[in-house]
T-cell receptor, first 117, second 115 residues
């Protein structure tokens, strides 16, 4: 079974509008971290936001917020007031603590976001 | 520099040759990871180093792949007898430690093309 599922291969949003990128995850661990990364066409992976499994409040970082619904195992990224520079591939990732000794990130397949002028 | 540094940025080689990729993590970061990203896909975990512990090699796809790291410094990923399916971007990441709340910071990657 997929550990991280991103069901939207591509998304379009009008500049200055908000957009939600979906992410669901699968784990039996109680302790884990959820991350979102942005990958522009230049290729670098840019860390955006983190949500811990025990965090009761949704994480926010500037225009990025994470809509964390633990019971539904979803961690959707919300980008407010979209900008042209937000056009990129967005990856959701999970880091499990207990069952994975490597503590590596497991990535979803990504969502290509295009912001329209 | 302040970020993760990888070299070379691009590598083109013939099938059957060996290649060596280098990663210089952020100073003070004890954890180092190698990932592979095939065109249009997400990242696949390859190998993990944490301090002086034995590396976790569970993600290496075959025995042609190996990696080394000296202490908490530079790491090299070696691919022997390269094959065309090895063509991908190889990304290195480091983090302060192994706790779940510590983000991994990535280098710009090495784009490997096997002819």
């Amino acid at each position: 079974a997929q550990k991280i599922t991103q069901t939207q291969p591509g998304m379009f949003v009008q500049e200055k509008e908000a957009v939600t990128l979906d992410c669901t995850y699968d784990t039996s661990d109680q302790s884990y971290g959820l991350f979102w990364y942005k990958q522009p066409s230049s290729g670098e992976m840019i860390f955006l936001i983190y949500q811990g499994s025990y965090d009761e409040q949704n994480a926010t970082e500037g225009r990025y917020s994470l809509n964390f619904q633990k019971a539904r195992k979803s961690a959707n990224l919300v980008i407010s007031a979209s900008q042209l520079g937000d056009s990129a591939m967005y990856f959701c990732a999970m880091r499990e603590v207990l069952s994975g000794s490597a503590r590596q990130l497991t990535f979803g397949s990504g969502t290509q976001l295009t912001v329209l002028p | 520099g302040a970020g993760v540094s990888q070299s070379p940025s691009n590598k083109v080689t013939e099938k059957g040759k060996d290649v060596e990729l280098r990663c210089d993590p952020i100073s003070g970061h004890t954890a180092l990871y190698w990932y592979r990203q095939r065109l249009g896909q997400g990242l696949e975990f390859l190998i993990y180093f944490q301090g002086n512990s034995a590396p976790d090699k569970s993600g290496l796809p075959s025995d042609r792949f190996s990696a080394e790291r000296t202490g908490e410094s530079v790491s090299t990923l070696t691919i022997q007898r390269t094959q065309q399916e090895d063509s991908a971007v190889y990304l290195c990441a480091s983090s302060e430690g192994q706790y779940s709340n510590q983000p991994q910071h990535f280098g710009d990657g090495t784009r490997l093309s096997i002819l």
